[in-house]
């Protein structure tokens, strides 16, 4: 299982977060569904493929419930790229889960819903629905039943949009949100209930290794994004004033006067005596 998919179920497995999405999403940032009433479903199926059997396993996925009465299975499924057997895909998941319904000899049947969570930087305009996927003759459409995903572009949202996710994951997608909207990040001083699977996620998405470092910063209770963030600029600040003293150091040493008074006004200069002293 790749390490990134892995970042994903665990910060979306948390109740508290896996509500937030969906609340979000479908009910426009109302509380809807409360994260008590959620209880971790699991549904796989299995495959021929080549003469061995492959396991078809959710992302996540989780079962309302109202005074122990289910109320629906919603899932969640996590796309880094786009993928045209998606509403394939979608209906092998959801059909898992019906199954495990009759399997489970249920008093009462209850629907599935499937959310696709899309984090790419292209478009995905196509192929959210069977008929994307092939041509239908004209004589058996009254017939087809056409399946269509609920897909959601992450990374193409809008900041008023982001602002309806209240969990960690509001995080995320405020992070998408600015870039889209105004390329720059201004990072948020909400705290953070799981910073280390927030950063963790933040470092995958982004591809951005400073994330990778703020892992393993402690300061003690909770903390924001804007914390972690300002914590990298502190040290990276410290860093570069400890490089100027070692190169001062190094140029008054060896009698360099003149490079040493150049080299504190004009950073081109500075820079090419740090590389020239191996300086780093």
Known sequence: MAEKDVTQKILEAKPV??????????????????????????AISSYEDKGNFRSLERDVSMIWQNNKINIACIGIENQSSKDKSMPLRVIAYDGAEYKKQINDKVDNYYPVITLVLYYGADSWENNQALSDLMHVPDALKPFFNDYKINLFD???????????????????????????????????????????????LMKYLTQDAKYEKLISYEKGGQVSMYDYLQVLNDKAEARGQNKIIELLNKLYSSGRDEDAKRALT???????????????
């Open 17 to 42: 977060v896996f509500a937030d999405i969906v609340n979000g999403f479908l009910f426009n940032g109302e509380p809807v569904i409360k994260p008590e009433e959620l209880k971790l479903s699991f």
């Open 154 to 200: 992450l990374a193409h949202m809008s900041i008023v949009d982001a602002k309806k996710f209240t969990s960690d994951f509001g995080a995320i997608v405020d992070y998408f949100a600015q870039i889209n909207e105004t390329r720059d990040y201004n990072p948020s001083t909400k705290l953070l209930d799981y910073p280390e699977e927030t950063l963790r």
């Open 266 to 280: 004009d950073a081109s200069y500075r820079e090419a005596l740090m590389k020239e002293l191996a300086i780093q």
